[in-house]
């Protein structure tokens, strides 16, 4: 199982997400490459909030393809395309992961795509 990693001497995570996470020497692990508001066939929403929610159910689509669901993600890279939607990400992050919390990063750049507003990739672990 994965373990949340905490310490005073280091400064506390800015929202919901942990400082650093370990994964047992067991674990196989699942790397998500960069995923972005989209359908499976291809759709882009124009409201960005849906982007981020896509986003997510991508990633969630993945993790079950190979056994695992949100509670085996370990770090999350997220992208948004402005400042604006930084409160969005961590809104629609906290809501997709629930409780769970894992070692993340939040950059603010330009993607591929102008179009798109959010790509997120994980790294997952699990033990089975």
Not at 3 to 21: D, G, L, R
Not at 72 to 93: A, F, K, N
Request: glycine share 6%.
């Amino acid at each position: 199982m994965n373990k949340e990693i905490k310490t005073t001497k280091a400064p506390p995570p800015f929202s919901n997400y942990a400082q650093a996470v370990a994964t047992p020497a067991n674990a196989r692990c699942l790397y998500v490459s960069g995923q972005v508001g989209i359908t499976a066939n291809g759709d882009l929403p124009d409201d960005p909030a849906k982007q981020h929610e896509l986003a997510w159910e991508n990633i969630f689509a993945i993790l079950a393809a190979d056994g695992m669901d949100k509670t085996d993600i370990v770090d999350v890279l997220g992208i948004v395309t402005d400042h604006e939607q930084v409160p969005t990400y961590r809104i629609i992050r906290d809501k997709m992961l629930g409780q769970h919390k894992c070692a993340s990063t939040l950059l603010v750049c330009g993607l591929a795509d102008p179009k798109w507003k959010v790509e997120i990739a994980v790294k997952a672990a699990k033990t089975d």
